[in-house]
């Protein structure tokens, strides 16, 4: 190849493009057109100071890349064909009709004792409200799903810290995104509502005051595992709260406890879903969820 040679000549847009000779020089040129003609008005060297071998691997990576850019351009205006199936028709509520009602404020069928027989919240008035009878779970087991949950915090503000206005949500009863009184109320950022319990602290604190109705709007992808007990692919999740969100697709490191790191156990694709009674009169309504 001559030397000086252009070995790419690239248009940045439609008055700037620069070009790479083979003998390691970029220039960046600027085009401006009088009376229709063309004109070079500035001519910049940019790099001098490659060696042979830089050069090479430049012209490689930039060649890889224009080759690339016109393998998108070659796709351009090409339709993807419809899918076949149609979305499936729903009333979206709230809820939406194939979601499950684990909770309409009549009572708790739905759900049982964490350790046996039923769930003992006191239910009044449309609210579940947890009254130190201990953790209750659903009776169903679920994998990937949506999950939408209204809670509040006692409007008398007693304690503080992971005392005030703690319970949770549980996704197969080991992996808790963090109900608390976290307005005006500091504590650690990765234990205040909206977290994934000692993982990750949620994004914003988008709290509302003691005693006033909150929500989370919760995407939940569950761990897999394979048949030797192996994790093959971490759990994710994504939390809206009071419709911020609060965690985007957030991986789930292992089961959250209070103490100690966190670590998988394999356990089965589908299990239940657990709100936690911290000792804390927090209310719940209005829960429902959809399989994934
Ligand atoms: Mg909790």
Known sequence: MQANAAVIDRRINSKAFFELRNDGILLFRLDVRTNNKQRIVSTMKVSILMNRLATRLMVSALGISLMASSS??????????????????INPGPPPSDAIVLFDGKDLSKWEGEKSGDAKWKVEDGVATINGTGTI??????????????????????????????????????????VLDSYNNPTYFHGQAGSLYKQHAPLVNASRKPGEWQYYDIIFHAPRFDAEGKLTKPGTVTVLHNGV????????????????????????????LSLQDHHNPVRYRNIWIREL
Request: glycine fraction near 12%; charge should be negative.
């Open 245 to 272: 969100l609060v965690q985007d697709n957030a991986e789930i490191l292992g089961t959250t406890s209070h103490v100690g790191a966190p670590k998988y156990t394999a356990h089965a694709a589908k299990e239940s």
């Open 72 to 89: 998108f351009a070659a796709d351009e205006g090409k339709e993807l064909p419809p899918p076949k199936d149609e979305p499936k028709v």
């Open 137 to 178: 779970k659903t009776k169903q087991a679920f994998g990937d799903c949506q999950l939408h949950v209204e809670w509040a915090s006692p409007a008398k503000v007693e304690g503080e810290g992971q005392g005030r206005g703690n319970s949770g949500v549980y996704f197969q009863g080991r992996y808790e995104i963090q």
